[in-house]
């Protein structure tokens, strides 16, 4: 147990930088598990599909807005494969995502699986501070408003969902490689 204990400590101490991810935000999971989670792609044993937006401070301009698609099926013998389309909007800063995931499932006997994931997609990224009513730009003359950015990311996630018929655990990291979208500076 002390060799667990050391492992953690030694793990935490070695870590040089630990980043937010800047992902949409939910509020229910469990309508957007296959968005989430890649291992989860055709543990419905069905094709499934969601679609869900969302609206945060409704009336207030540039309040957080997200609409989200995804869709999973079993294709063949343990494997599942997924798709996923997000937009989120907030303020002048607006991101889709499409994602593509894939999975294979192990029977661990009886009712208990374990599913593994990995997801691969893009993101891409805009700000848009040059328009003719954009409430944001504080200063119209200023250099740093100069121009609107876009920019796409590549990304890679994965993910385990263990479950059976009563319960399920799981765990992902949606994004394994680092990108930055806003600097320090906004």
Excluded: C
């Amino acid at each position: 147990m002390k060799k667990i204990y050391l492992t953690a400590f030694l793990a935490l101490i070695g870590l040089k930088e630990a980043s937010a991810q800047q992902d949409p935000h939910y509020t229910q999971y469990m309508y957007n598990m296959n968005v989430i989670n890649p291992a989860y792609a055709g543990s419905k044993e069905t094709l499934s599909f969601g679609l869900l937006y969302r609206k945060q401070w409704v009336d207030l301009e540039g309040a957080p807005s997200t609409a989200t698609f995804s869709g999973h099926s079993p294709v063949g013998k343990n494997v599942g494969l997924g798709l996923s389309v997000i937009s989120d909007k907030i303020g002048p800063v607006k991101e889709n995502n499409v994602y593509a995931d894939f999975s294979y499932t192990l029977n661990l006997g009886g009712e208990h699986k374990l599913a593994l994931g990995l997801k691969a997609g893009a993101t891409f990224h805009k700000v848009g501070l040059l328009s003719d009513v954009s409430p944001y730009v504080p200063d119209a003359n200023d250099p740093a408003f100069a121009e609107n950015t876009s920019r796409t990311f590549f990304n890679a996630g994965a993910g385990l969902f263990y479950y059976t018929n009563k319960y399920y655990l799981a765990a992902s990291v949606p994004n394994m490689l680092k990108s930055t979208y806003l600097d320090y500076n906004g």
